[in-house]
Nanobody, 122 residues
Framework: QVRLVESGGGLVQPGGSLRLSCTPS????????MDWYRQAPGKQRDLVAT???????NYADSVKGRFTISEDKAKTTVALQMNSLNAEDTAVYYC????????????????WGQGTQVTVSS
């Protein structure tokens, strides 16, 4: 069974930093891209950052200059370094992998993690 294991969430003071990680397991993947999304209470799930298999990145305007998405291809891990956090960054953060799992039939699809809570508060 495919799992995306997220870690690194927690409680941080305004202005602080956190580093989220996402590691897939349960398959061998050809990855097209990996994303970080977030969902605050009562709000829709929004795209935060994307990294493609070629290493191109894209960010939501609200996090540009503060968040950095990166990958460790050897470990098939994607990280989200979050700096200068503020209360508006409080949300559950989800990892998404788009790609093909060679253990499964069919073509590329999305795989979601379970989410990790990030709370920014003094």
């Amino acid at each position: 069974q495919v799992r995306l294991v997220e870690s690194g969430g927690g409680l941080v003071q305004p202005g602080g930093s956190l580093r989220l990680s996402c590691t897939p397991s349960g398959g061998v993947f050809s990855i097209n891209f990996m994303d970080w999304y977030r969902q605050a209470p009562g709000k829709q799930r929004d795209l935060v950052a994307t990294i493609t298999s070629g290493g191109s990145t894209n960010y939501a305007d609200s996090v540009k200059g503060r968040f950095t998405i990166s990958e460790d291809k050897a470990k098939t891990t994607v990280a989200l370094q979050m700096n200068s956090l503020n209360a508006e960054d409080t949300a559950v953060y989800y990892c998404l992998l788009n790609g093909r799992n060679w253990y499964e039939a069919g073509g590329p699809r999305d795989y979601w993690g379970q989410g990790t809570q990030v709370t920014v508060s003094s």
